[in-house]
């Protein structure tokens, strides 16, 4: 349970497991500065998160404003149902590439 974050060839990937809340944030901030390292797409792979709330919301929406608000620079992927909802209940997917 937690985040994994790598950087390949310019690729971000964000994997987040079990709960997406606040109890993450310094992990999800840590992964985040490796945006520093030319990277040029950030995909947030949400296939084992369980749940999230609105500080991940929050969280995902200081990601984007790293990518200078480019919603093509950031695919949130693989997102359960009822996670993939919140998301659009929150209208995210104006904000980003849901896939």
């Given at each position: 349970?937690?985040?994994?974050?790598?950087?390949d060839?310019?690729?971000?990937?964000?994997?987040?497991?079990?709960?997406?809340?606040?109890?993450?944030?310094?992990?999800?901030?840590?992964?985040?500065?490796?945006?520093?390292?030319?990277?040029?797409?950030?995909?947030?792979?949400?296939?084992?998160?369980?749940?999230?709330?609105?500080?991940?919301?929050?969280?995902?929406l200081?990601l984007?404003?790293?990518?200078?608000?480019?919603?093509?620079?950031?695919?949130?992927?693989?997102?359960?149902?009822?996670?993939?909802?919140?998301?659009?209940?929150?209208?995210?997917?104006?904000?980003?590439?849901?896939?």
């Open positions: 349970m937690g985040i994994e974050a790598r950087v060839a310019g690729v971000l990937s964000i994997k987040i497991s079990g709960r997406f809340d606040f109890g993450v944030h310094n992990e999800f901030r840590e992964a985040t500065k490796l945006v520093e390292n030319g990277v040029k797409l950030i995909e947030v792979d949400l296939n084992g998160t369980e749940y999230l709330d609105s500080s991940a919301l929050g969280m995902l200081v984007r404003d790293k990518m200078a608000g480019d919603k093509s620079a950031i695919r949130i992927k693989n997102s359960r149902t009822e996670v993939k909802k919140i998301l659009e209940i929150a209208n995210f997917d104006k904000l980003f590439t849901l896939s």
